[in-house]
């Protein structure tokens, strides 16, 4: 199926790995131009480079840090007026409550709330102005089913969901849509670096626990980053401007709910 997104243009932050490269690589097949954000430069260089290839579409990177004010306005100097933004960041660390010091709590809402509205800010009006504009929001599964030594992550990406919902009416009768995308355990470093985590608290290897964990599963595997991007292209897609204010569970059956 044609998305009808041939000749936009995407801002894709945290875009050199993972989850928030498959959103690029999956937009750059519908012919969608990229500029890409990451923090490593040397790996998003690599990274840009191999989706412009791949796919023949112009790719821009754009290296800092979306926490930071000096890493937003460079990006948005690069893309000014983005049809499309994912709003990508890696989560912060696991730990415990009486663990976490000030500069964590700051560091977790910095990256994982006040970047994402520091970034809707920028770019909603301008969407709403030219009657086209697609958001979305990778944030986690714990939003919506916590675990316990994910606070950090839950308190801030619940807030950006909060956020969110005060934000979407307001937009989707200019064609300007905002969804959040929850992805439970998908095979990524974000992942493994969890486990490792959690393997140490219980004593195991951390392919001990993830052996554990992915048979726990319904699916008895755990999701490719492809699926996700897959997922983020379509929310952007012209077919699309009907969906708004959603945030889409993405885990394979892991958590039980009503539908």
């Given at each position: 199926m044609d998305?009808?997104?041939?000749?936009?243009?995407?801002?894709?932050?945290?875009?050199?790995?993972?989850?928030?490269?498959?959103?690029?690589?999956?937009?750059?097949?519908?012919?969608?131009?990229?500029v890409l954000n990451a923090?490593?430069?040397?790996?998003?260089?690599?990274?840009?480079a191999e989706i412009a290839a791949a796919h023949e579409v112009e790719v821009t990177a754009v290296a800092g840090d979306i926490a930071s004010a000096a890493g937003r306005a460079a990006l948005l100097a690069a893309c000014p007026a983005p049809d499309i933004l994912v709003n990508n960041a890696g989560g912060p660390a696991p730990g415990r409550l009486t663990s976490w010091c000030a500069d964590d709590w700051s560091n977790a809402l910095e990256s994982n709330l006040k970047a994402p509205v520091a970034m809707?800010?920028?770019?909603?009006?301008?969407?709403?102005?030219?009657?086209?504009g697609r958001v979305v929001n990778i944030t986690s599964s714990v939003v919506r089913h916590p675990i316990d030594v994910q606070g950090l992550s839950v308190a801030a990406r619940a807030g950006l969901h909060g956020l969110v919902?005060?934000?979407?009416?307001?937009?989707?009768?200019?064609?300007?849509?905002i969804n959040n995308i929850l992805p439970g355990p998908f095979a990524t470093d974000r992942l493994i670096s969890n486990f490792t985590f959690r393997a140490k608290q219980d004593g195991v290897s951390p392919e001990a626990a993830l052996a554990a964990r992915r048979a726990e599963l319904p699916a008895k595997r755990f999701g490719e980053p492809q699926e996700l991007g897959r997922l983020c292209a379509y929310l952007c897609s012209a077919h699309?401007?009907?969906?708004?204010?959603?945030?889409?569970?993405?885990?394979?059956?892991?958590?039980?709910?009503?539908?």
């Open positions: 998305l009808g997104l041939k000749g936009r243009t995407a801002i894709v932050c945290a875009a050199s790995k993972g989850l928030g490269r498959a959103c690029a690589e999956a937009l750059a097949a519908e012919g969608v131009a990229l923090r490593d430069p040397a790996r998003l260089k690599q990274t840009a809707l800010a920028a770019v909603l009006d301008g969407m709403a102005a030219r009657g086209f919902s005060t934000l979407v009416r307001a937009h989707v009768g200019r064609n300007v849509t699309a401007g009907y969906i708004s204010g959603q945030s889409i569970l993405i885990d394979g059956g892991a958590h039980p709910q009503l539908l």
